[in-house]
């Protein structure tokens, strides 16, 4: 697409919410990288309804990795003694790249503080940001309130590698 | 997106089989059954994401946990079937040489 767009939605800051918020994300991560032809497949309609979320592109897959993460953060640590407030998600769609902004009024949040995780360990904790960060070409925080996290990815300055499909095979 | 999960017994080896999503939301349901597992002491185990959509970090901490305690007890756990965004999540934290060695 040539224009950009804006698209909005404010979830609860509660977990259960997530799933609305990844598959407006993953929409519109399609829009850029795969725009629908004018004439569509009653095949693909049919695929587009099921409730199977389709992350098989490497720009939906870290673009909802990492909006998912930051999801989890606000959810799990910004309203955790305090009454459950709202996420807002503004997406701007653009030619070439997603920019996201994620604002709540949630507990700040020191982004310095976070430590890198030493993946060696096999840690279970303390990745998302690191995902996060890996998963997106920029992430900015801003403290609050509102606390405003943004983040930029372009459709050619993704960080990882394009996962193959390895249906049978050992990772 | 919820999380569908089913144990089976193939000789000897426990195939653990994840369905949809694994994240913060649904790895809390899979907990019990990563319990029974270990204090069952079963020492060979396969987890198969052929049918993960999606993962998160808490999901990926439930597999590690799952890991790190059959390992405690002398077993092993091995990866198979990830794809697409599952799979590039492992990659990034370096965990599909570990779960597949």
Request: proline share 6%.
């Amino acid at each position: 697409m040539d224009d950009g767009g804006v698209i909005r939605l404010t979830v609860p800051a509660d977990l259960k919410f997530r799933d609305v918020a990844v598959r407006l994300v993953a929409e519109a991560c399609r829009m850029i990288v795969r725009p629908r032809p004018l004439q569509q497949s009653p095949a693909s309609s049919a695929t587009t309804s099921s409730t199977h979320l389709d992350l098989s592109d490497r720009f939906s897959a870290e673009m909802v990795s990492a909006v998912s993460e930051i999801f989890n953060n606000i959810a799990i640590h910004g309203f955790a003694n305090r009454p459950v407030g709202d996420i807002a998600i503004e997406m701007t769609v653009a030619g070439d790249h997603l920019a996201i902004e994620i604002c709540d009024d949630g507990a700040a949040f020191d982004l310095s503080q976070v430590p890198k995780p030493e993946l060696d360990k096999l840690p279970e904790g303390g990745m998302g940001i690191h995902i996060a960060k890996a998963c997106v070409d920029e992430l900015d925080y801003t403290p609050g309130p509102p606390n405003v996290w943004r983040m930029t990815k372009y459709t050619n300055g993704s960080r990882i590698r394009k996962p193959r499909r390895m249906s049978s095979q050992p990772l | 997106m919820p999380l569908n999960h089913s144990t089976e017994d193939k000789d000897g080896v426990v195939v653990l089989k994840l369905v949809g999503t694994l994240d913060a939301m649904t790895a809390p349901e899979l907990l019990p059954t990563i319990d029974r597992l270990v204090e069952a002491r079963k020492n060979r185990i396969t987890v198969d994401l052929e049918g993960l959509d999606l993962i998160d970090s808490s999901g990926v901490a439930a597999i590690v946990a799952l890991y790190k305690r059959t390992r405690s007890n002398g077993g092993r756990v091995t990866v198979t079937g990830a794809r697409d965004q599952p799979l590039a999540i492992f990659k990034l934290l370096r965990m599909d040489r570990v779960f597949s060695a």
